[in-house]
């Protein structure tokens, strides 16, 4: 079957997989991690689908969890030390990209971080254009996020490969009719990638 797209999910499959940066900042700043929990699981939500903005979100748990240095110094430092492109993933990116198959990041992002990954990780030059969860208005967990993909893209479902390093993404594309596989590691991802060519 002939791939037109290959969407690939950024945390995990095109960065490096990194402990969750909560739970480190929990640990470094002596804080309960029940006092960043509601943060991650409601407003970084809501900002991951366009409908907050992240620095006002964080202005008001910050003095909760003793980061006195500001928002941007905060964001500054979760981004810079765990956005790290994997570059075995990205040559192979590189390669389909030669063969003719358009790449596009698929990720679940809120505005800042989704810019520091396109730009200061430089995939704008890597791939051929991203789908964030912030731009989209929906999350990957649910079927509205991979339809308003193919129908930005002009495209059928059975047009596209989707890479993610979680199952529910996974089964989510999956029930809109999209080829959706499980990310590993880089060489499973070889792998397969050689025998549906070989195919």
Same mark, same amino acid.
């Given at each position: 079957?002939?791939?037109?797209?290959?969407?690939?999910? !950024?945390?995990? +499959?095109?960065?490096?997989?990194?402990? %969750?940066? /909560?739970?480190? =900042?929990?640990?470094?700043? &002596?804080?309960?991690?029940?006092?960043?929990?509601?943060?991650?699981?409601?407003?970084?939500?809501?900002?991951?689908?366009?409908?907050?903005?992240?620095?006002?979100?964080?202005?008001?748990?910050?003095?909760?969890?003793?980061?006195?240095?500001?928002?941007?110094?905060?964001?500054?430092?979760?981004?810079?030390?765990?956005?790290?492109?994997?570059?075995?993933?990205?040559?192979?990116?590189?390669?389909?990209?030669?063969?003719?198959? !358009?790449?596009? +990041?698929?990720?679940?992002?809120?505005? %800042?971080? /989704?810019?520091? =990954?396109?730009?200061?990780? &430089?995939?704008?030059?890597?791939?051929?254009?991203?789908?964030?969860?912030?731009?989209?208005?929906?999350?990957?967990?649910?079927?509205?996020?991979?339809?308003?993909?193919?129908?930005?893209?002009?495209?059928?479902?059975?047009?596209?490969?989707?890479?993610?390093?979680?199952?529910?993404?996974?089964?989510?594309?999956?029930?809109?009719?999209?080829?959706?596989?499980?990310?590993?590691?880089?060489?499973?991802?070889?792998?397969?990638?050689?025998?549906?060519?070989?195919?």
């Amino acid at each position: 079957m002939h791939t037109k797209i290959m969407l690939i999910d !950024a945390d995990g +499959v095109l960065l490096k997989k990194q402990p %969750y940066f /909560s739970k480190r =900042i929990s640990t470094e700043n &002596n804080v309960s991690y029940e006092l960043m929990e509601p943060f991650y699981t409601n407003e970084l939500k809501k900002c991951q689908i366009g409908a907050g903005d992240m620095k006002d979100e964080l202005a008001k748990y910050l003095p909760i969890w003793n980061w006195n240095k500001g928002v941007d110094a905060f964001l500054h430092y979760w981004f810079t030390t765990d956005v790290i492109p994997d570059e075995e993933m990205l040559q192979e990116v590189d390669a389909l990209r030669k063969n003719g198959v !358009a790449c596009y +990041v698929a990720s679940e992002q809120e505005k %800042y971080r /989704s810019e520091h =990954i396109w730009h200061a990780a &430089n995939l704008k030059d890597r791939l051929d254009g991203s789908f964030f969860s912030c731009d989209v208005g929906a999350l990957k967990s649910t079927p509205e996020y991979f339809q308003k993909i193919l129908s930005t893209l002009n495209l059928q479902p059975q047009d596209v490969l989707f890479w993610d390093d979680d199952q529910k993404n996974v089964d989510v594309a999956k029930s809109v009719g999209i080829d959706a596989r499980f990310f590993a590691s880089v060489e499973e991802f070889k792998k397969i990638q050689s025998r549906r060519i070989s195919a």
